[in-house]
């Protein structure tokens, strides 16, 4: 009898929550971090801005930039000091009405913007930063780049950049203005260990992988908050040397060798919460075919559908629900 009441007070219950009254849940705002040598208001942008918003009807989508003046925004993927400009997008989300009211955001980064976007999550998160639920990173650069070949043939602009670079990757100078700088990542040929030169110079990188002796645990606490980490990798990518470093993985340039991520001391001690997000399930390792960046619609509109869909509360999963809650009355 008593088991009945509940059991009819349950379904009505169900019933409310799934009628047509009640509002569907809307798909999360879309951070997208684009790439070097790129703006934010390039077409290509707005295309995969459209397309979001297309796959996920209702999305709105938020396309970072360091200056509203699309050249300058341009000039800022190889020219500024990555911690300052993580600090401005932060500042910049939380006082946007829209990005701050929701109950959390999907992001999405091209190559160099998908690991800024994973700094961004891990010194801006927290209660009362920016709760991103599923990071999705494209070509992207998380254990850093080996060699200099980021720029196009033809980008005359970068290529200028990365000759200034490869000349004093160390000073201090070059650390707090050039950005490719930032995440380049030296290491002893015989140990695989970083080099004292990078732990000691590098702006963002080190800082960020927690990879000095003094570790922040806040970054840890915020990457392991996310929902998903997924990571795609090019499978012919010669563009970023190593490919590997997608997912955290050390390559040995000499010898081809590849250390995988959960073989390495960030993730067996956990610097930076990535073994956490991986044993509840959380972190993916995926790969794409073709040369640096060569998405198609295709895919991206997979990813949307997989990554930043809203939740779906259907009746089938309510009334199952419902079930569940009767049985163990
Ligand atoms: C750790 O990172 C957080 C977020 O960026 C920052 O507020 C805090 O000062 C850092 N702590 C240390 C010890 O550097
Ligand atoms: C980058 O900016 C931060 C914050 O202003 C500063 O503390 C740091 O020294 C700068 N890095 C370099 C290498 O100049
Ligand atoms: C990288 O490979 C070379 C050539 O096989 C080898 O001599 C070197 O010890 C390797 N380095 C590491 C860290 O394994
Ligand atoms: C990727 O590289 C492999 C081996 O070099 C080649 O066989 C394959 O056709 C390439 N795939 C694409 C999509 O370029």
New binding site residues.
């Given amino acids: 009898m008593l088991q009945s009441l509940s059991l009819s007070a349950l379904l009505l219950s169900a019933r409310v929550l799934a009628s047509p009254s009640s509002p569907p849940s809307d798909p999360l705002p879309l951070l997208i971090w684009h790439g070097l040598g790129d703006n934010y208001a390039a077409d290509g942008l707005a295309e995969v801005a459209s397309l979001a918003s297309e796959t996920n009807p209702g999305t709105y989508v938020y396309i970072i930039r360091l200056d509203e003046d699309a050249s300058s925004d341009r000039t800022a993927t190889f020219l500024g000091n990555v911690t300052e400009q993580i600090a401005t997008v932060c500042a910049a989300i939380t006082a946007d009405p829209i990005l701050s009211s929701a109950p959390g955001v999907n992001a999405l980064g091209f190559s160099q913007g998908g690991q800024f976007l994973r700094g961004l999550v891990e010194r801006c998160g927290g209660a009362n930063g920016i709760q991103v639920r599923n990071l999705v990173t494209f070509g992207s650069q998380h254990n850093g780049i080996a060699k200099y070949q980021l720029c196009k043939p033809t980008d005359w602009l970068c290529k200028g950049y990365i000759g200034l670079l490869k000349a004093n990757t160390w000073g201090a100078w070059v650390q707090g203005h050039l950005v490719p700088a930032q995440y380049f990542k030296a290491?002893?040929?015989?140990?695989?260990e970083p080099t004292d030169e990078y732990l000691a110079n590098s702006n963002f990188l080190a800082d960020i992988n927690n990879e000095r002796a003094l570790k922040n645990v806040t970054y840890a606490q915020n990457l392991a908050q996310l929902g998903n980490f997924v990571m795609y990798v090019f499978e012919n990518d010669t563009t970023v040397i190593p490919k590997e470093t997608g997912w955290f993985a050390q390559t040995?340039l000499?010898?081809g060798?590849v250390v995988e991520l959960r073989d390495r001391d960030i993730y067996k001690e956990d610097w930076i919460g990535l073994k956490k997000l991986d044993e509840k399930g959380g972190l993916h390792f995926k790969t794409i075919e073709g040369e640096h960046m060569t998405l198609g619609d295709k895919v991206l509109k997979e990813v949307f559908k997989e990554w930043f869909a809203p939740p779906k509360a259907s009746w089938k999963k309510v009334v199952e629900d419902v079930v569940q809650e009767v049985l163990e009355l």
């Fill in positions: 290491v002893d040929e015989d140990t695989g040995n000499t010898s060798d």
